[in-house]
């Protein structure tokens, strides 16, 4: 993690610790970064990690065609790179580099502000059906979530689960209401409740309800079910733009 990465994580630490300091859930007497600090894994974390790794390295590897030819589309359909990364909020607030298959043209970011008010979600996330950022091959690999491949990489490597809330950008964090926090309390995934369950088609606050629930029912068994679910989602490209 680079200094400025790290700056960001104690940034969203501070932050959810004032929140949850004013909420009462907090005592002042706690240590600003607890919820950072390393962690023993126990039997349901060792096994949750096992399935992570063997199933990232298994996807990888099978993926690894899919990825080839993705990748020479998206350099024949518009000037650009290939992957797209950008900063993330992790379990317990850690910052990470998530990486995704470039499906905007380039300057994307820089137009996002001009495009707020035509947001279609409410609540600190930003999503349009008809985003003009979108490169014509971008909507088909968004629309079948085929560019989060590359965030395989980001499970193997222990940043993400296969299975946990989505990550959110800081920025989006740092609007949260406090009861979201509870969403950091495990690794961040690939899929969830809410992407087997409507995906953009839902409102903010039900993504939110929903991953919660997820926080307090997570499970290997639940894992499995989530992992199967969302095979044929992406397949039908459901609720995703």
């Not at 409410?122 to 003009?132: Q, R, V």
């Amino acid at each position: 993690m680079n200094q400025s990465q790290h700056g960001q994580t104690k940034l969203v630490i501070e932050l959810l610790m004032d929140r949850m300091h004013e909420s009462g859930q907090l005592r002042r007497s706690h240590p600003p970064l607890r919820l950072v600090k390393e962690k023993k894994m126990g039997h349901g974390t060792r096994r949750k990690r096992g399935l992570d790794f063997m199933g990232a390295l298994c996807g990888l590897i099978l993926c690894l065609p899919v990825l080839v030819i993705l990748g020479v589309l998206i350099k024949l359909s518009s000037r650009g790179p290939i992957f797209y990364s950008q900063d993330r909020v992790g379990e317990g607030g850690k910052i990470f580099r998530l990486y995704k298959l470039r499906s905007m043209y380039i300057n994307a970011d820089g137009i996002k502000a001009q495009l707020m008010a035509q947001n279609e979600v409410s609540g600190p996330a930003f999503k349009m059906k008809h985003d003009p950022r979108v490169t014509p091959i971008g909507r088909f690999i968004r629309r079948h979530s085929l560019d989060e491949l590359p965030q395989l990489w980001n499970v193997l490597k222990g940043d993400m689960s296969l299975v946990g809330p989505r990550p959110a950008l800081v920025d989006e964090v740092k609007k949260w209401n406090t009861a979201y926090f509870q969403r950091l309390k495990v690794p961040q995934g690939l899929t969830c409740i809410w992407q087997t369950s409507g995906r953009s088609n839902l409102s903010f606050e039900s993504w939110m309800e929903l991953d919660l629930e997820y926080v307090n029912k997570q499970s290997i068994s639940l894992d499995l079910k989530l992992i199967l679910k969302t095979i044929t989602v992406v397949a039908r490209g459901t609720g995703a733009y």
